[in-house]
């Protein structure tokens, strides 16, 4: 095996999502928008959203980039520019941006009348809720929200405006009994190469170097929203309230600590995996400019480099990064499962930005469409079969993942196909078929390996986090926790406009966390048995249970029998 060059090396906090997982609760939509969201001015802001495919997605049909210009497009030089034009083009649209969706291509955020189910006069007829907009506050029709697919894209009504079926014309058929749907959970994709930094004008967007996660500066935003149309994802949202931009920030104050997003800690499959990977950072911008659009996940994946080479250890600590964080890219799952299993593929390479968030592609409609004609929807023949000859998953997916390239995602579902297969037999007793394995080039430790990490993986498998730089050091005192990227001066960051305010729109300033509380709530969530009394008992992680020492006064037994 050749050595990996090693260049500049960086260390990147990037997920992983099971798609085969997902069953399109919401739950982590719901907890990031109550955690990051829940203020004025980005109620129609979602960080995370579940859309359902075949679907037009949120904002609707944002994958159309002949309509909004997101990404980067290659020159016949072959350097890269933003697809939406440079600076002077930038400059001659800066006051007048036509290149954005509209609050209609999201939708017009609305609560309900709630107050008039109490106050109506006394009548005939009941009272009724009114759907009311928090824009204008006067009543509205609802026609659209962020999953308004939901469960429906199977349908020709809602799935033909998806910009991908489009793209595949007549391959696919929206005919009962050939349909089929998954989810798709999205959030920032914190790329190698983000255009949403490239497009800001004022440079309020940047990429931190120790960790890889793109956030904005709320001090030199100026509100110009150049970011929103160079995101191809149309992951950042303009606060029409602040007149800033805002995005998917990975949760960073959780990951300093050594603690997971709270869409990955909250979410009801556990199908989310977070952990670092170490990539050249020399050849980011070459690997972005390849020629043809179907050599661009290769050369993401080759940018990837292998953390148990001593070569590469040496450079990162070369470049600064620090042993734990080697140990951690070591034990990542995230690059086991997109470079050594190569079964996590990135979301819309062709857009040239090096996404870091990664999906492994759902095998549920090949399974699916096996067992409802009477089929053996586990056997390693069946499932290879299928997937060779049903075409419309496929090609769909490939358009998501691989820039149209069929190989890669075929590869991916018949990996996931043989895992199916040789576990079974081990789970039935029977001796392990190795060529089951070996039919799609893995070894049969692989594979359990695999299995292992897919379907039985403990919270400190799915989630390894290094905490960040001069953390540890400064895990015997109490230290601030590092605030939201809004929380500035009169701001209305996490804590709000100085200060509580009604209708859950702030929640009051943070109060200073110390790293104790963090890792004691970390311990007891991974903890298999009750774990004895700590040295200072933290009452936020007391369940109820038994006495905590000094809670309260302790008696003799000599008062005890006394009072008997």
Not at 241 to 270: D, F, H, Q
Not at 479 to 502: K, Q
Request: aromatic content about 10%; hydrophobic content about 35%; glycine content about 8%.
């Amino acid at each position: 095996m050749a050595k990996q060059r090693t260049g500049r090396v960086m260390a990147q906090v990037a997920m992983v999502m099971n798609l085969d997982k997902c069953i399109g609760c919401h739950t982590c939509s719901v907890t990031c928008k109550q955690a990051w969201t829940n203020r004025s001015g980005v109620e129609y802001v979602w960080f995370n959203n579940v859309e359902t495919r075949p679907g037009q997605g949120y904002p609707r049909r944002y994958e159309d980039q002949e309509r909004w210009q997101g990404g980067w497009r290659r020159t016949a030089t072959g350097r890269l520019k933003p697809r939406a034009g440079g600076r002077l083009k930038k400059l001659a649209t800066i006051f007048a941006n036509p290149k954005m969706p509209s609050i209609q291509d999201y939708y017009e955020p609305w609560t309900y009348d709630y107050e008039n189910l109490i106050t109506a006069p006394l009548g005939d007829d009941v009272p009724v809720a009114r759907p009311r907009s928090l824009i204008s506050g006067e009543p509205m029709d609802i026609s659209w929200s962020a999953n308004w697919d939901d469960d429906l894209a199977g349908g020709e009504e809602l799935g033909s405006f998806d910009p991908l079926v489009q793209k595949l014309g007549e391959r696919v058929k929206f005919s009962f009994e050939e349909t089929f749907m998954f989810y798709l959970p999205r959030i920032c994709e914190h790329c190698l190469n983000p255009s949403c930094v490239a497009s800001c004008p004022s440079g309020a967007m940047y990429k931190r170097a120790e960790d890889g996660i793109v956030l904005v500066d709320q001090d030199r935003c100026r509100g110009w929203r150049m970011c929103v149309t160079g995101c191809p994802y149309k992951k950042v949202y303009f606060n029409h309230k602040t007149g800033k931009a805002e995005k998917c920030t990975l949760c960073y104050p959780r990951i300093e600590v050594g603690m997971p997003t709270v869409c990955s800690e909250t979410c009801v499959g556990r199908l989310r995996y977070l952990g670092v990977v170490l990539y050249d950072a020399d050849r980011v911008s070459s690997a972005a400019a390849v020629k043809d659009e179907k050599d661009l996940y290769p050369a993401q994946l080759d940018l990837l480099l292998d953390p148990d080479d001593p070569e590469v250890q040496e450079a990162a600590r070369r470049d600064g990064i620090p042993d734990r964080w080697i140990e951690s890219a070591q034990r990542s799952p995230v690059y086991l499962l997109a470079k050594r299993f190569k079964v996590a593929l990135p979301l819309h390479p062709e857009y040239r930005t090096m996404p870091m968030v990664w999906y492994i592609p759902p095998l549920s409609p090949v399974v699916d469409t096996l067992t409802s004609t009477g089929n053996d929807g586990e056997d390693a023949g069946n499932l290879f079969g299928a997937i060779d000859t049903l075409r419309i998953p496929v090609e769909y997916l490939a358009e998501l993942f691989t820039a149209g390239d069929p190989e890669p995602v075929t590869r991916t579902l018949r990996r996931l196909a043989a895992m199916r297969s040789y576990m079974r037999r081990i789970n039935l007793g029977d001796d392990p078929d190795e060529s089951i394995a070996e039919a799609v080039g893995m070894s049969g430790n692989d594979i359990e390996r695999m299995y292992r990490l897919l379907a039985l993986a403990k919270y400190d498998e799915r989630y390894v986090i290094p905490t960040a730089y001069g953390v540890d050091e400064a895990d015997k005192g109490v230290i601030d926790e590092i605030g939201c990227s809004l929380d500035f001066d009169g701001g209305p960051g996490m804590g709000g406009m100085g200060g509580a305010a009604p209708f859950g729109e702030a929640s009051g300033r943070q109060q200073p966390a110390t790293v104790e509380n963090f890792h004691a709530l970390r311990d007891r969530q991974t903890s298999d048995e009750r774990s004895g009394p700590p040295r200072r008992f933290n009452l936020l992680n007391w369940d109820g249970n038994g006495r905590p020492p000094g809670l309260f006064p302790q008696r003799s037994d000599t008062e005890g029998e006394e009072r008997q």
